[in-house]
């Protein structure tokens, strides 16, 4: 082949590359019309304009002009949302679950609060899409594993790097709480050897041990830092340089708790560490202990509501009534999926616990607003207003019930095709190729 040839083939290349980026994800000027648009913060606008310009909300209202350059989605009527926050998920740390290889979500070791979950996540995780058409923008990924298995990470759910990924620059530590008893379905017993007790009083020695040294490496560390003359400059050691903003209040503390005699001991042990800046997670016997949850200020990430009852004396719906009742007792509460492939669960998980004495619009707002607040992003994130981030939908109602459709995608601005692999998946088989279904005439073979 001739150069000639080569740099036609090169250029058309060029053109079909060109081609194909005008039709992917791109910011802009975009103007959302003739929609319902519901706030959150600020009530239901029935019919009004929302104009996103970069990654921004810059107008929304009835009576907003279109800017004549405006790239014009007619909304024809139907809901646009505010993205919704799952607070609880190891999503683009998990690809297969039941293959090891796939799996990024633990360290070697029981103590590595230096980890950062963002550098393992994967921004071609197949569950990324799957997630967004769906309606969930941002979500919490967090390690596991270990006593403090690393920091959890807010990511919003576009990107071709985990930093263009990242969600305000929001990172949790997480700390698995002991447990005073056995996990459900745990095959241990006393005829084991195992002592339910005496387990516990190691781990939170263990806990005590952990955060005693940190604090003092904090004084030591802090005290270098103020006059370092004639002082040796403390050792770096990871671990505690990482739990040092906690104690500094510069990071809150995440604590994965469930059962009630371990949500009680948890508030204890926050209450005689000082720790101001906590929240915890899962609680899915919160309902049991929410008056002392109210009555300590601590937030939590209630879910999965989509589960089973904890005992088997429980009502069947008790795991759906959970973030309902923490509610009505004064808890804030966000919502978590706690899944890694079905985080697309998240809607559903909110309308199921807005149908079991939540109410729609707590439910709404607990897996929006309130989710942004607990993380501290909440000038960006979790309802529709100007000069927030342009994370938001447009759907054909209710984004709780099953058969609602997403129709249009939003996030930092970028407006997403509404497509993933399920989808392309159906859409081939729907529309099979008529020449392919015909029967193949098998030949014989050659002798």
């Known amino acids: 082949m001739n150069l000639s040839a080569l740099l036609l083939l090169a250029a058309s290349l060029f053109v079909q590359r060109v081609d194909q980026d005008a039709s992917g994800p791109k910011q802009g000027t975009y103007a959302i019309t003739n929609a319902r648009i519901e706030t959150v913060s600020d009530g239901v606008l029935e019919q009004g304009t929302i104009i996103i310009e970069g990654d921004r909300i810059t107008a929304l209202g009835a009576d907003v002009t279109v800017p004549a350059h405006a790239t014009v989605i007619d909304a024809g009527g139907q809901h646009v949302y505010p993205g919704m926050i799952d607070t609880g998920t190891q999503l683009g740390l998990v690809e297969i679950g039941s293959v090891n290889e796939t799996n990024d979500t633990n360290e070697i070791g029981d103590l590595t609060p230096q980890m950062d979950a963002l550098t393992a996540v994967n921004p071609n995780a197949v569950a990324i899409p799957v997630t967004r058409v769906s309606g969930v923008t941002t979500v919490i990924s967090e390690p596991s594993g ?19 990924m990242t969600a305000g620059g929001v990172r949790l530590m997480v700390l698995e709480f002991p447990r005073k008893s056995p996990p459900r379905f745990s095959f241990r017993s006393q005829d084991d050897g195992d002592d339910p007790e005496k387990r516990y009083r190691e781990a939170m020695d263990k806990l005590n041990e952990v955060w005693d040294r940190a604090e003092l490496h904090h004084r030591i560390a802090s005290s270098w830092e103020e006059d370092p003359s004639g002082k040796k400059k403390p050792e770096y050691v990871p671990e505690m340089a990482a739990l040092r903003n906690v104690i500094r209040g510069d990071m809150p503390l995440m604590i994965r708790v469930n059962a009630a005699q371990d949500i009680e001991a948890a508030i204890e042990w926050v209450k005689d560490r000082g720790l101001e800046h906590v929240v915890f997670s899962g609680v899915s016997e919160g309902w049991r202990v929410a008056d002392k949850l109210a009555a300590a200020g601590i937030p939590v990430f209630a879910g999965p509501v989509l589960a089973t009852p904890t005992r088997n004396s429980d009502r069947f719906d008790k795991a759906y009534a959970n973030a309902g009742l923490m509610s009505q007792a004064g808890v804030t509460v966000a919502l978590r999926s706690g899944e890694s492939e079905n985080v697309r669960n998240l809607p559903f998980n909110a309308g199921f616990a807005a149908a079991y004495g939540m109410g729609r619009e707590d439910a709404l707002r607990a897996v929006t607003l ?33 058969k609602t459709q997403i129709t249009a995608l939003f996030i930092d601005g970028f407006n997403l095709p509404i497509t993933n692999r399920q989808i392309e998946l159906y859409e081939e088989f729907l529309d099979r190729d008529e020449g392919r279904r015909a029967p193949v005439p098998v030949l014989p073979a050659d002798n």
């Open 146 to 164: 270990g006593l403090f298995p690393g920091m959890a990470a807010a990511i919003n759910l576009y990107g071709y790097t985990p930093e263009q």
């Open 370 to 402: 309130t989710a942004a607040e607990v993380l501290g992003i909440e000038d960006d994130y979790g309802s529709l207003e100007v000069g927030k981030k342009a994370n938001l939908f447009v759907a054909t109602g209710d984004p709780f019930e099953p």
